[in-house]
């Protein structure tokens, strides 16, 4: 049984408090008051996977819900719990063609203020049948910069066949990363595990007994629209996730297991598991249920043409740039090349980091990848999945485009970038310095890796010297695929002084442990 996690810290802003359980008390939106009697009509519509926020900034943001049914989706915000003068949001009506979900951007809003939120469901053929209001609650961003900033990030989530397990609490990691009251979540990729289905029940190395929560969707590999969105969905029936993301916005990247592991454009699979072996069309279809689950700003769940990759800015502190490794990567391969303009980010995506990166004028800059840049994560026997190969030399392959990033922020003197990443299933932080690299044009910099939030744990990943890493901590398992029942999760926290602007990473692990800390001054091209 996981131990309680720690309670907030003291002096932080006013956070949710009994709003969940208080919701059906609460006035119904003034559009549809009259509708108060039909509450004990039948078939009025639900909103039972909870509500969540995304991408908020210092005047915006994005409401998400689903309801079980074609419904219009209308959203009241107020200053106050109690909705004393609220301001109302039209939604969309929703239907089949987005799963039943929806968001509303929320626009206009007052910078470094909590603000609370309702989301009422209404038949959209008599407004009188209306579900009960769903509340939840966010802070959006500060607009001057002696306001503090914490925000957590972790990843792969639901993997390897460790699901809900009723017995140790459910996916507890999310109550104690909510108890710590953060900002925002980084989500880092891996939101879900479309290649990992579940069974009842899974025996442990030490006799006892994982029992997961099972659905239809996550009985086998994900490979139509209706099983993605399944496996989406999956986490939203676990009470600690939709308790979390009633308070805590996010700002949501993908990796490889939202499609199928390791997975790159244009592949054919050969896994015995899919009949569709097309991986460009599981991951259009993927990719269709990602955006209807996680608010996105730049990825509309409606079909039209949208990207995962983006800026979340945080005020004058804190701009996340949020990178797509997965869409735009080439083949993997041993990774030898001597000329590869297409690399992990792709072309187009690596000239749109540059120019946002020069751009930036906050204090900070967190490069949000979804998977390391100098651990060597292997794709079967000879090719790689990630950026390094093993070769500590000069950059080939993927290190390539990297190597030509690095320089750029060197030569234009970029302060303040920070990358931080997933997707290896154990916590760790590695410096980078030209004085042991093999490529040395670039200013050194930190990589910060956390996770797993709810999946396996692994042994670390070998160490790739061309960009001279230092491995200053780690916290790894020393076998593969250990079960939350064995080990802690880890998930990571970052606090910015409004007042200094000093960065300050945690490494932190379920159970209340911070493993390693990291403060990091501002206003300096490298650390």
Same mark, same amino acid.
């Given at each position: 049984?996981?131990?309680?996690?720690?309670?907030?810290?003291?002096?932080?802003?006013?956070?949710?408090?009994?709003?969940?359980?208080?919701?059906?008390?609460?006035?119904?939106?003034?559009?549809?008051?009259?509708?108060?009697?039909?509450?004990?009509? &039948? +078939?009025?519509?639900?909103?039972?996977? =909870?509500?969540?926020?995304?991408? @908020? !900034?210092?005047?915006? %943001?994005? /409401? *998400?819900?689903?309801?079980?049914?074609?419904?219009?989706?209308?959203?009241?915000?107020?200053?106050?719990?109690?909705?004393?003068?609220?301001?109302?949001?039209?939604?969309?009506?929703?239907?089949?063609?987005?799963?039943?979900?929806?968001?509303?951007?929320?626009?206009?809003?007052?910078?470094?203020?909590?603000?609370?939120?309702?989301?009422?469901?209404?038949?959209?053929?008599?407004?009188?049948?209306?579900?009960?209001?769903?509340?939840?609650?966010?802070?959006?961003?500060?607009?001057?910069?002696?306001?503090?900033?914490?925000?957590?990030?972790?990843?792969?989530?639901?993997?390897?066949?460790?699901?809900?397990?009723?017995?140790?609490?459910?996916?507890?990691?999310?109550?104690?990363?909510?108890?710590?009251?953060?900002?925002?979540?980084?989500? &880092? +990729?891996?939101?879900?595990?479309?290649? =990992?289905?579940?069974?009842?029940? @899974? !025996?442990?190395?030490? %006799?006892? /007994? *994982?029992?997961?929560?099972?659905?239809?969707?996550?009985?086998?590999?994900?490979?139509?629209?209706?099983?993605?969105?399944?496996?989406?969905?999956?986490?939203?029936?676990?009470?600690?996730?939709?308790?979390?993301?009633?308070?805590?916005?996010?700002?949501?990247?993908?990796?490889?297991?939202?499609?199928?592991?390791?997975?790159?454009?244009?592949?054919?699979?050969?896994?015995?598991?899919?009949?569709?072996?097309?991986?460009?069309?599981?991951?259009?279809?993927?990719?269709?249920?990602?955006?209807?689950?996680?608010?996105?700003?730049?990825?509309?769940?409606?079909?039209?043409?949208?990207?995962?990759?983006?800026?979340?800015?945080?005020?004058?502190?804190?701009?996340?740039?949020?990178?797509?490794?997965?869409?735009?990567?080439?083949?993997?391969?041993? +990774?030898?090349?001597?000329?590869?303009?297409?690399?992990?980010?792709?072309?187009?995506?690596?000239?749109?980091?540059?120019?946002?990166?020069?751009?930036?004028?906050?204090?900070?800059?967190?490069?949000?990848?979804?998977?390391?840049?100098?651990?060597?994560?292997?794709?079967?026997?000879?090719?790689?999945?990630?950026?390094?190969?093993?070769?500590?030399?000069?950059?080939?392959?993927?290190?390539?485009?990297?190597?030509?990033?690095?320089?750029?922020?060197?030569?234009?003197?970029?302060?303040?970038?920070?990358?931080?990443?997933?997707?290896?299933?154990?916590?760790?932080?590695?410096?980078?310095?030209?004085?042991?690299?093999?490529?040395?044009?670039?200013?050194?910099?930190?990589?910060?890796?956390?996770?797993?939030?709810?999946?396996?744990?692994?042994?670390?990943?070998?160490?790739?010297?061309?960009?001279?890493?230092?491995?200053?901590?780690?916290?790894?398992?020393?076998?593969?695929?250990?079960?939350?029942?064995?080990?802690?999760?880890?998930?990571?926290?970052?606090?910015?002084?409004?007042?200094?602007?000093?960065?300050?990473?945690?490494?932190?692990?379920?159970?209340?442990?911070?493993?390693?800390?990291?403060?990091?001054?501002?206003?300096?091209?490298?650390?």
């Amino acid at each position: 049984m996981p131990l309680s996690p720690p309670s907030p810290l003291p002096g932080r802003r006013s956070v949710l408090r009994g709003t969940l359980a208080a919701s059906a008390a609460l006035a119904l939106p003034s559009a549809v008051a009259a509708a108060a009697p039909a509450f004990a009509l &039948s +078939g009025r519509p639900r909103a039972q996977w =909870g509500v969540q926020t995304g991408d @908020v !900034t210092t005047h915006s %943001g994005l /409401v *998400w819900v689903r309801s079980d049914r074609p419904a219009r989706m209308i959203v009241e915000t107020s200053a106050t719990e109690s909705f004393r003068r609220p301001r109302r949001w039209h939604g969309p009506l929703l239907g089949a063609d987005t799963d039943f979900t929806g968001t509303v951007p929320l626009r206009g809003l007052p910078s470094g203020e909590q603000i609370h939120y309702r989301v009422t469901l209404a038949d959209p053929d008599d407004y009188r049948r209306t579900g009960e209001p769903v509340l939840g609650t966010f802070r959006t961003a500060p607009s001057k910069r002696r306001q503090d900033v914490r925000f957590l990030w972790s990843g792969d989530i639901v993997g390897q066949g460790w699901g809900i397990n009723p017995d140790i609490g459910g996916l507890y990691a999310y109550e104690e990363m909510r108890r710590r009251n953060p900002d925002f979540f980084l989500c &880092s +990729g891996d939101t879900i595990y479309a290649d =990992g289905p579940l069974s009842a029940s @899974v !025996t442990l190395p030490d %006799g006892r /007994v *994982w029992r997961n929560v099972t659905t239809e969707e996550k009985s086998k590999v994900a490979e139509t629209l209706a099983e993605y969105r399944g496996n989406f969905r999956y986490s939203l029936l676990d009470e600690n996730v939709r308790r979390f993301n009633a308070q805590v916005p996010t700002i949501t990247q993908w990796d490889d297991h939202e499609v199928v592991n390791n997975w790159y454009p244009g592949e054919i699979l050969t896994d015995a598991r899919y009949t569709v072996k097309d991986v460009d069309t599981l991951a259009s279809r993927a990719r269709k249920a990602f955006s209807e689950y996680f608010p996105i700003s730049t990825l509309p769940a409606t079909g039209e043409e949208g990207r995962v990759h983006r800026v979340v800015r945080h005020g004058p502190l804190l701009d996340v740039l949020v990178l797509d490794m997965r869409t735009f990567r080439n083949a993997n391969s041993p +990774g030898r090349q001597t000329d590869d303009t297409t690399g992990i980010l792709g072309a187009e995506q690596l000239a749109w980091l540059k120019r946002e990166l020069a751009r930036s004028r906050a204090v900070w800059k967190v490069i949000a990848a979804d998977m390391p840049l100098g651990l060597v994560v292997p794709d079967g026997a000879t090719d790689i999945e990630a950026v390094a190969q093993g070769d500590p030399g000069a950059p080939l392959g993927r290190e390539l485009q990297i190597a030509e990033l690095l320089r750029f922020v060197k030569h234009r003197r970029i302060t303040g970038t920070v990358w931080l990443t997933a997707d290896v299933h154990y916590t760790s932080a590695q410096h980078y310095d030209p004085s042991r690299a093999a490529f040395k044009d670039f200013a050194p910099f930190w990589e910060f890796v956390s996770g797993p939030l709810a999946a396996g744990g692994f042994q670390a990943n070998a160490l790739d010297g061309t960009f001279g890493p230092d491995r200053v901590f780690v916290k790894a398992p020393t076998r593969a695929n250990v079960s939350p029942m064995e080990s802690p999760q880890y998930f990571g926290e970052v606090d910015i002084d409004g007042d200094s602007g000093e960065l300050t990473v945690r490494l932190r692990a379920t159970g209340g442990a911070v493993l390693f800390t990291k403060v990091l001054q501002p206003g300096r091209v490298g650390q």
